[in-house]
């Protein structure tokens, strides 16, 4: 369960690759169904977990175009600026994987004049502190807001959020209806763990006690050989193993327990 290298060049590719599926589009069993369909199929056959490396491409995609044709648009623009940019992840993103200076120029000198004008214009007698009088009389009276709680409005969220959000719940319902199609089962069934927050989600979406019982078994099953790996790492920290080397299987357990319990970095 490693983010392969393949995985890895996938994350790095320009932005003329991000998002090109490896399927064979006139083989009917993908081109009868949903894209959704060859996209989570594509991504089981990877290593690690598929909703996360489907969400990671979708974030990846955003960005790409974002920075390479929609940051002129005036209404993509503006959706942005509702959201007062993107959220940390994706505000890291955006700098660390399209770095593109007139992308965050544009974008954020839009976000700074916005929150500029709206602290201007914030009227201080509409304003009451959410701190307690108690603590206030000791002088802190710096910590305020307006009286609705609201200086800088905010009436979006990161939109790379959005696109994630809708993006999975249309994953979740392709896997609740395509679970018994044997190409999709075989291959959640050799794949990956799915990681805790997505496997949360399927659950808390599947109704049929049957696929409920698969994501059971899929789960129990990788969950209980990694935590056969780290129980190997706890015994060789003793000092009288203290001379038995971690396995790669070890080692690499070790990376794989931070992902399947928190997904990979940057999944929110
Ligand atoms: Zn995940
Ligand atoms: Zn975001």
Known sequence: MTESSEYHRAKCKSKHHVGRLDIDWSDPRFSTREPSFAELYEAMGRDGCSLCFLSDRISRRYI??????????????SRIRESNG???VHAHQLMSTQFS????AFTY???LRKIRRELQNAEPSNWK???????????????RT???NVVFSQTKSCPVCTEIDNAEIRYVSTVITHWQDSLL?????????????????TIDAAVDPDLIELLIDVQITHWDQLD???????????????EERLSDDERQALLDVIHVLSGVRGIR
């Open 64 to 77: 790409d175009v974002y920075c390479g044709d929609n940051v002129t648009d005036v209404d993509i623009r």
């Open 86 to 88: 993107f959220c940390n």
């Open 101 to 104: 200076p007139l992308a965050v």
């Open 109 to 111: 000198s839009d976000i």
């Open 129 to 143: 502190s959410f701190i307690p009088r108690a603590i206030r009389l000791f002088g802190r009276k710096w910590l």
């Open 146 to 148: 307006s009286e609705n």
């Open 185 to 201: 089962q075989e291959r959640f069934k050799s794949g990956s763990a799915l990681c805790l927050p997505h496997l949360t989600k």
């Open 228 to 242: 056969f790996h780290l129980a190997e790492v706890v015994r060789k920290a003793d000092y009288r193993f203290s």
